[in-house]
């Protein structure tokens, strides 16, 4: 039976992991399992309830960043670490119900697929204004970038190793792993499931949170943004055209009586915010460029075992 590694990140979650564990490994999965919390800086007593597992139980092993680096990089640092022939990752606040493992172990030691992910069905739960945010940002996902991702997608998956070797090959700092996974590529059973409430603590995203998320997964993978961009610059050239003929035949036949004021500082604060806003667009590309060169590690270990 292959190994399966279990990649949990961990942000103040101290009133969940010892649950986690001892839920997990009471599961009754036919391969031997591995677990590795990510403590991704978290203030209260998650590090050292994940050591005192580790002490007690040689499954469990840990990693620990010296600040809060975030799930991506804590996603990437547990990846980089779990040695399993299988690898999952799931949150550590038992929202993703361990019950699926073993379905998923199934999908892909069974019926050969590469990865087994969840996606949800229902948004329950969840504040409506969200909801329709996190459908509009799929939606334009799937139609303008590289990647069409699933809306409900989670988090919540299992891949074989050469899946996890395919996606820390991609070395970018701005690290969407949504995106990623699709982009790799590979044959993924996805298994439906209900939306379950945390166990304990609270959520770390807020709405804008999950907004600046959402702008950095378009950046990641999409230019359309640019594309929106050029496509304004030439309409509202086009139209500046228009707009001048017809004040040069206008000037022709009634020459100019009264100076256009209102007109003129309509026209320059329409193209002036058109001109912000391109630039604008521009700049949130540039500025990826910038991280991407500096090359920074995407996070700074602590302590490991
Ligand atoms: N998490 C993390 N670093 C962060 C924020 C969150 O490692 O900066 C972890 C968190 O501990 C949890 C998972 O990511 O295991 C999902 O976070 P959360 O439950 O807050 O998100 P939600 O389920 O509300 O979308
Ligand atoms: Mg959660």
Not at 86 to 109: F, K, N, R, Y
Request: aromatic share 12%; hydrophobic share 45%; with cysteine.
């Amino acid at each position: 039976m292959k190994t399966l590694s279990i990649v949990v990140p961990a942000y103040n979650e101290e009133a969940s992991v010892e649950k986690f564990a001892s839920t997990v490994f009471g599961l009754p999965l036919a391969n031997p399992v591995e677990i590795v919390f990510v403590d991704d800086g978290s203030a209260d007593g998650t590090l050292e309830t994940v050591k005192r597992l580790a002490a007690k139980d040689s499954r469990v092993r840990y990693v620990s960043f010296s600040r809060n680096f975030g799930k991506e990089a804590a996603l990437f640092a547990g990846l980089t670490r779990a040695k399993g022939e299988l690898v999952a990752t799931m949150d550590a606040d038992l929202q993703h119900d361990p019950a699926l493992l073993a379905q998923m172990a199934e999908a892909i030691e069974r019926d050969g697929y590469d990865c087994a992910a969840a996606c949800r069905t229902t948004r329950t739960g969840e504040p409506a204004l969200r909801s329709y945010f996190a459908h509009l940002f799929y939606a334009l996902m799937d139609r303008y970038s590289d990647v069409s991702l699933r809306d409900g997608s989670m988090d919540y998956r299992m891949m074989t190793r050469q899946v996890v070797d395919a996606v820390l090959a991609l070395g970018e700092s701005n690290r969407f792993t949504k995106g990623i996974y699709q982009w790799v590529g590979f044959r993924t059973k996805w298994i439906e499931c209900e939306n379950r409430e945390r166990e304990a603590g609270v959520t770390k995203w807020s709405f804008w949170s999950l907004f600046a998320y959402s702008v950095r997964g378009i950046l990641a993978f999409s230019t359309a943004p640019l594309q929106i961009a050029s496509l304004l610059g030439i309409l509202s050239t086009c139209g500046a055209f228009f707009y001048m003929t017809w004040v040069f035949f206008k000037w022709l036949i009634y020459g100019d009586p009264v100076s256009g004021w209102p007109t003129l500082i309509c026209v320059v604060l329409l193209l002036g915010g058109l001109q912000l806003f391109v630039i604008g667009i521009l700049g949130l590309y540039v500025a990826g460029i910038f991280r991407e060169t500096k090359r920074r590690p995407l996070y700074v270990v602590k302590e490991e075992c």
